[in-house]
């Protein structure tokens, strides 16, 4: 019986089924990545002015969104923000916002790292120059911090990838969940199919996350030299 | 807010919290120890090990804990390998922590420079002298951060284990929002208690930081 489990991956339509709810995260984790990486430049930038109460307010929000569990987020958005306000919002959405929400206080404080680790020197040759503050950051911080938050910024993508797995838990018709059909149907037939759907959304995951992984290494060895 | 009602649930989530912090205890130490074997196998590069342990490392790194935990608790079931799921938990936890926690140690230990090691031997220390005298100092003080980060990092993750019926804290607040519709009450309760969890650890492991940062040569 055993070994014949694995077939209930390639019965019917079963691996389309899965790699369709796969999508499902795959989709959250892009969308939120994306706002992930325009609005958390903005808040890196935002959060190496010089200002203390801006940079209260940032640290507030950076560490607010890093203390409480992202599955607490998920559940405070989903269950409690939406009955506190009256509204409705679909658990999609929800996990997009949640998503993007950390994100941005993430990617803002690569951001902020990248910028604030150049020496000061960099920006003041710029400056003897005579260049513009456009002109510094234009020539001067953007090309050397981008090349230290790139390898960091693929981390964080892999992790919103992962993380995103926690969707099922708010009721998303995910991967996770489409396994879980897939094996009460096949229960009876195939007992061990539990086994194989499990390692099947397993190895997905790995392939999806492991190539990513390897890219932003290969990038942080290549720039790490120069 | 029904304040009668937040007090009542007070006794339910001290409970939880002993779950969740027991949990993590156990899973943070296993983490340890599995991350620093693992850290040593790669440091010396013991053949074939050294690939095995590499393996582990990237399927840990590369999989959601919520995942690893479905798999192990029912899909081995299925096959015959049982476990209860709070050995489960545990397992899990210590699976994806350990790869943390080895690159962790593995950083700290190839930043302590190629002269410090040639000092050593040069003074005549035998290899486990060096270890535990030039190498593992220097190693941990740089590893030091990455590892507290890595803890908190488990202690939060250990919220998904209500996904396999452990009673934690995320476990009880669905609980009562499922039984009492108390969802406001709930969820803050929830909030507060991973606070009073987490800010402390997360403060103590901001001085620690600032104290071994002394200890690396040169500064």
């Given amino acids: 019986m055993q070994d014949l489990g694995i077939n209930v991956i390639f019965e019917g339509s079963n691996l389309l089924r899965l790699l369709i709810g796969l999508w499902v995260t795959m989709r959250i984790a892009i969308v939120a990545i994306a706002i992930s990486v325009v609005f958390g430049i903005a808040f890196g930038i935002v959060m190496t002015v010089k200002n203390t109460f801006v940079q209260i307010v940032a640290r507030l929000y950076l560490e607010a969104v890093r203390i409480i569990p992202i599955l607490v987020w998920l559940f405070l958005f989903y269950f409690g923000l939406t009955k506190v306000l009256h509204i409705h919002l679909g658990a999609e959405v929800v996990s997009v916002i949640v998503f993007s929400l950390w994100g941005i206080a993430e990617m803002g404080d690569i951001v902020r790292g990248a910028i604030t680790s150049l020496p000061a020197h960099q920006r003041a040759s710029g400056r003897a120059l005579g260049l513009t503050d456009l002109q510094i950051y234009r020539y001067i911080i953007i090309p050397q911090a981008v090349r230290r938050l790139i390898p960091a910024a693929i981390n964080l993508a892999t992790r919103m990838i992962k993380t995103t797995s926690l969707v099922v838990l708010i009721g998303v018709v995910e991967v996770l969940k489409v396994g879980q059909q897939i094996i009460e149907v096949s229960i009876l037939k195939t007992p061990s199919a539990s086994f194989w759907v499990y390692a099947c959304i397993f190895a997905l995951y790995f392939i999806i996350c492991y190539p990513i992984s390897l890219w932003s290494k290969k990038l942080e060895l290549k720039w790490q030299n120069q | 807010m029904d304040f009668d009602f937040i007090v009542k649930s007070i006794p339910l989530y001290v409970k939880a919290a002993e779950v969740t912090l ?76 350990g790869s943390y926690m080895a690159e962790a140690f593995r950083s700290g230990l190839e930043a302590v420079s190629k002269i410090q090691i040639e000092t050593g031997l040069s003074v005549g220390l035998n290899r486990w002298q060096l270890m535990r005298y030039i190498i593992l100092p220097q190693a941990f003080s740089v590893a030091i951060p990455a590892i507290g980060a890595n803890a908190i990092f488990l202690l939060k993750e250990t919220s998904v284990v209500s996904a396999i019926a452990l009673a934690d804290l995320m476990f009880v607040a669905k609980d009562l929002i499922g039984m009492y519709y108390k969802t406001t009450e709930a969820l803050t309760m929830l909030v507060v208690a991973y606070l009073i969890i987490l800010l402390p650890i997360s403060l103590l492991l901001t001085f620690i930081e600032r104290k071994v940062r002394h200890a690396g040569f040169g500064n």
Wanted: charged share 10%.
């Fill in chain 2, 22 to 97: 027991e949990l993590s205890f156990w899973g943070i130490l296993l983490s340890l120890i599995i991350g620093f074997i693992c850290s040593l196998v790669i440091y010396y590069k013991v053949k074939l090990l050294a690939q095995v342990v590499q393996i582990y490392i990237e399927l840990s790194r590369n999989t959601p804990l919520l995942i690893q935990l479905f798999f192990l608790y029912y899909g081995f079931a299925k096959i015959g390998i049982k476990f209860e799921a709070y050995s489960c938990a545990i397992f899990g936890l210590a699976f994806l922590g």
